[in-house]
């Protein structure tokens, strides 16, 4: 069945700093891949998405996510964080026709330190 | 109103209420979806339509019906519900079932009903 894994549940850095988040999944046909972004009270907003072609994807908001077939994996990266960064980061895999059923992975929650 | 808006934002129930949250989106999209987020559960799909057909139930019991009288808008009736239903709902919507953007629709969220049954 497929899965997404996002093996850490919080992440700290600080000001300025470079971050990657991890994610990893499990399918078996060619997936389709999403980072989304949560703020407090909000819903949730697509920061970049991979179906095909160059594997390192350009998103909003100066973040890059690079897939890797051979690691299974879609990690999540910035150069420089910012404050306004602090956030729940989703990683998922549509499955189905048109990739209509998102499997979310659990979540990561990034702080940022002044 | 742009995007995609959810009402209430804020429901708090009995087990014996019936109530029902909105979802309505103003992008022109054919394909809605409900999802439940849990606390330390991942996002969760319970219903999907496409052009006001129900396409998905993702085995979600029947104290939770939806309905889809058009394309722009989006229900969910709940009765019955029980305290671990406790959670926020929350609508998307996207293009079409055909994926016109490469072979899969980027689905576009609202901000969610935060539900709390007592």
């Known amino acids: 069945a497929q899965s997404v894994t996002q093996p850490d549940i919080h992440i700290t850095v600080s000001e300025g700093a470079s971050l990657e988040l991890r994610c990893n999944y499990s399918y078996g046909a060619t997936p389709y891949l999403f980072w989304y972004v949560q703020s407090p009270g909000q819903g949730l907003q697509l920061l970049l998405k991979y179906f095909s072609g160059d594997t390192l994807v350009q998103g909003i908001k100066g973040f890059e996510a690079e897939f890797k077939r051979s690691q299974s994996s879609f990690n999540l990266r910035k150069p420089s964080v910012h404050w306004s960064d602090a956030a729940e980061y989703f990683c998922?895999?549509?499955?189905?026709?048109?990739?209509?059923?998102?499997?979310f992975g659990q979540g990561t929650r990034l702080t940022i330190n002044p | 109103e742009t995007g995609v808006t959810q009402t209430p934002r804020h429901l708090v129930m009995g087990m014996t209420n019936k109530k029902s949250l909105k979802c309505e989106q103003h992008?022109?999209?054919?394909?809605m979806y409900w999802y439940k987020q849990s606390a330390k559960k991942p996002l969760e799909l319970m219903f999907v339509?496409?052009?006001?057909?129900?396409?998905e139930n993702n085995s979600v019991p029947s104290r939770f019906s939806p309905e889809c009288p058009n394309s722009s808008h989006l229900f969910l009736h709940l009765h019955t519900l029980q305290p671990e239903d406790s959670a926020l709902y929350l609508c998307a919507s996207s293009p079409d079932s055909a994926g016109t953007s490469g072979g899969a629709d980027t689905q576009y969220f609202g901000p969610g009903t935060r539900l709390t049954v007592l």
């Open positions: 992008l022109g999209h054919n394909a």
């Open positions: 998922a895999v549509g499955v189905g026709q048109g990739a209509q059923k998102l499997v």
């Open positions: 339509y496409n052009f006001k057909e129900q396409t």
